[in-house]
C-alpha cells in the first residue's frame, strides 16, 4: 500500500512541479516523498523509478504525437544518431527515471536514518 500511495504521489507532485520549476524538481519530489513514506530502499527507488518512468515516458510520447514525431525524428538523429523517436522517448523516460530512483533510494535512507528507534544501551 505504501509503495502504490508512493508512485502515485511522486507521480503527481513531479507533473505539478514541473510545471512551474526545472527538470530536477523530479529529485525533490521523490526525495520529500520517500522521506516522508519511509519504505525499505528497494521499494524507495522502484517506487521513484517506476513512477517517473511513466510519467515522463507518456508526457513525451503525447508531446511528440501531437506533433508527428517531427522533432523526435530530428533530434534522434543528432543525439543517437539513428532515426527513431521511440528509442528517444525511451532514453529520456530511463534518464528520468534513475535521478528520480536514486533521490528516492536517498530519501528512504535519511527517513531510516531519522526515525528509526535506536536501541537503548545498557549501562
Known amino acids: ?6 508512485v502515485i504521489l511522486i507521480a503527481l507532485f513531479s507533473f505539478l512541479l514541473s ?3 526545472s527538470w530536477w524538481s523530479i529529485a525533490v519530489v ?18 521513484g523509478f517506476v513512477s ?21 525524428h530530428k533530434l534522434s538523429q543528432l ?3 539513428k532515426d527513431s523517436p521511440a528509442l528517444l522517448i525511451g532514453v ?3 534518464s528520468g527515471a ?5 533521490a528516492a533510494l536517498s ?3 535519511l527517513g531510516r536514518l531519522i526515525f528509526e528507534k535506536k536501541p537503548e544501551a545498557e549501562g
Open 19 to 21: 510545471l512551474y520549476m
Open 30 to 47: 521523490a526525495f520529500c516523498v520517500n522521506l516522508w513514506l519511509v519504505q525499505k530502499p528497494v521499494w524507495a527507488f522502484v517506487s
Open 98 to 102: 534513475l535521478v528520480a530512483g536514486f
Open 52 to 72: 517517473i518512468l511513466l510519467l515522463w515516458g507518456g508526457l513525451a510520447w503525447y508531446i511528440s504525437s501531437a506533433n508527428n514525431d517531427i522533432l523526435a
Open 1 to 6: 500500500m505504501r509503495y502504490l500511495l508512493s
Open 79 to 81: 543525439v543517437l544518431q
Open 107 to 109: 530519501g528512504a535512507l
Open 92 to 94: 529520456t523516460a530511463l
